[in-house]
């Protein structure tokens, strides 16, 4: 049997990218033999990396974790569940944000249709459905340039 490229010798430097996902996909064939002859993983003794299964196999895990774990951002470090939540609360952070940049929306529209609908009342001599509407736009205005401003 020839050696699988990328495998874990003693002393070996950590894999590349490329050479890990070989290694997994290695995995998953040795892993699916496995179970399509019915078998267990292959063994030796002296213990031989590349061709007993089991060794080959659970190396290869072992590099993935470490590779994610390198991966992983330094604030999280090896707690995927911190970062699963550090997403969930951005998401949530956004959501609420998009629902309040709706609610701005409905509300400046809302203000230019009662600026619409008043200046019929303004061409006629009486102001105040006029300045009312100015006043909510106003209003409205100073809302979005609050949520807009940097945090």
């Known amino acids: 049997m020839t050696p699988t490229p990328g495998a874990r010798l003693a002393g070996e430097m950590e894999p590349d990218l490329e050479t890990l996902i070989d290694r997994l996909t290695e995995s998953q064939s040795r892993i699916g033999k496995m179970c399509a002859e019915r078998r267990g993983p292959r063994m ?20 993935a974790k470490d590779a994610l774990r390198r991966a992983a951002p330094p ?60 006043d909510q736009l106003y209003r409205a205005d100073s809302r979005v340039r609050a949520a807009l401003a940097p945090r």
């Open 75 to 134: 604030e999280v470090g090896s707690d995927w569940r911190k970062l699963a939540n550090i997403s969930k609360g951005c998401l949530e952070n956004a959501e609420q944000e998009v629902d309040q940049l709706k609610a701005l929306l409905r509300e400046i529209s809302t203000a230019i249709v009662a600026m619409k609908d008043a200046e019929g009342y303004a061409k006629s001599g009486d102001s105040k459905p006029w300045s009312a509407a100015i």
């Open 44 to 63: 030796s003794i002296p213990v031989d990396p590349i061709r007993d299964d089991d060794v080959f196999i659970c190396d290869t895990i072992r590099m």
